[in-house]
């Protein structure tokens, strides 16, 4: 599906701007316990920053930027040996606090510390070549389902924690994500998100040559480099084309653009209403609209990651919002066809495609606008993806057409 397939203007484009965002990218470590396959992150023993750096950053944050929650990353933040008390903080804060982690390291008694600090959420990063060991290893994206479902489960049996995965989609993976996607529907009740991240490398076919500052650099020396050749523009179109020949329903109803191309789908989000055994439907760009609106009226933010509680009121959202968006209209009708639904509790939950850097023909490199995954460096605000560039080169590396 060519990218032209969607139109942006019938897309809710979502109103983040790198000031008032729904979300900001704290990284308290940037050591890790796995190496996956396409991490933009160089893993690095004994690099976790103090509190007060923490502390810090954050305060940077609050400065600078409004939002919802704060994602702690890494590095795998779990191993940080006091991320039960920067979780206590950012709670503290009025921030929501959401772990991106892989999991190798929760475990219920972990878990209920991180509930009593505040925790609001986890991201759990699970896909097949992150090369872990055990049972999981060799296994693919369906098989790992069931690594997911434990996580997902561990965090239902806890209560109250909002539990999401993201997974990094490759040439010979995106064939998996309209199953991925379907697990996540018959898990809808404890499954609140699933991202699917397109795979971005330096390889040597790309017809650039790298600068720092006026200084031309070796492309190897790159952190994120490949050797070999690796097919490194896949687009959030080219995994929902995937998706919709399994889903032909399936439908987005918000965005955000590329810097440098208005009309791509940088962060493509998709919204859904259901149960486990149906899903009424899809809703459109006006539901969307609405709870960004509603939410930053009320409490002076974009909304980030909604509780279990919210996700859980999709009979009261569909009876009472119908009016205000047609993909709501189409998901009440559908649940109404059998009147006895309504004793049934409806879960929201969202799909959600990111395209990182995409490169012009010129050179030009085209972000997210509006990312959410912003981090702090030196004091100032830049975009974690890209972060090792500033440790590496002191600034963000320039992409050049060669001759």
């Not at 889903?247 to 440098?260: K, Q, V």
């Not at 998901?331 to 490169?359: C, E, G, S």
Request: with cysteine; net charge positive; proline share 5%.
């Amino acid at each position: 599906m060519p990218e032209k397939i969607l139109d942006h203007r019938k897309l809710y484009r979502l109103p983040w701007t790198l000031p008032d965002n729904a979300i900001s990218w704290l990284e308290p470590t940037a050591m890790c316990n796995l190496a996956c396959d396409g991490c933009y992150r160089k893993n690095t023993k004994n690099s976790h920053k103090t509190l007060e750096q923490v502390k810090h950053e954050l305060d940077v944050f609050q400065k600078n930027r409004n939002s919802d929650c704060i994602s702690i990353a890494g590095g795998d933040p779990l191993l940080h040996p006091q991320i039960v008390d920067i979780v206590a903080d950012i709670k503290s804060r009025g921030l929501k606090p959401i772990l991106n982690t892989n999991g190798a390291a929760l475990n219920p008694a972990f878990l209920n510390e991180l509930k009593k600090a505040g925790v609001f959420g986890f991201t759990f990063h699970v896909d097949s070549k992150q090369g872990r060991g055990g049972e999981w290893k060799g296994k693919n994206e369906i098989e790992l389902n069931k690594l997911r479902y434990h996580y997902a489960r561990m965090l239902a049996d806890a209560g109250g924690i909002a539990c999401s995965f993201n997974s990094t989609v490759y040439d010979d993976t995106i064939q998996y994500a309209p199953a991925m996607i379907e697990w996540a529907q018959k898990n809808i009740n404890i499954v609140n998100t699933m991202v699917f991240i397109c795979f971005r490398y330096v390889v040597p076919s790309m017809p650039f040559d790298w600068y720092s500052g006026g200084q031309k650099v070796d492309w190897q020396t790159i952190t994120y480099h490949s050797d070999k050749d690796r097919k490194v523009d896949i687009l959030s179109t080219d995994v929902l084309k995937v998706v919709k020949e399994k889903f032909p329903d399936f439908i987005p109803a918000a965005y955000l653009n590329g810097t440098e191309k208005v009309d791509s789908f940088k962060w493509l989000l998709t919204e859904r209403v259901g149960t486990k055994n149906k899903l009424y439907g899809y809703l459109g760009p006006k539901f969307l609209e609405l709870v960004m609106t509603a939410h930053h009226f009320f409490n002076g933010t974009y909304l980030s990651y909604a509780s279990p509680k919210t996700s859980r009121m999709g009979i009261s959202a569909m009876l009472l919002l119908f009016p205000f968006d047609k993909g709501l209209r189409k998901a009440a009708a559908n649940m109404l066809k059998n009147p006895f639904r309504l004793f049934k509790k409806a879960y929201f939950q969202t799909i959600m495609f990111i395209q990182p850097v995409d490169f012009m023909e010129d050179g030009r490199q085209s972000m997210c606008d509006g990312c959410p995954d912003i981090t702090v460096w030196n004091d100032e605000l830049v975009w974690s993806c890209r972060l090792e560039e500033q440790k590496q080169f002191g600034t963000f590396l320039r992409s050049v057409q060669k001759d």
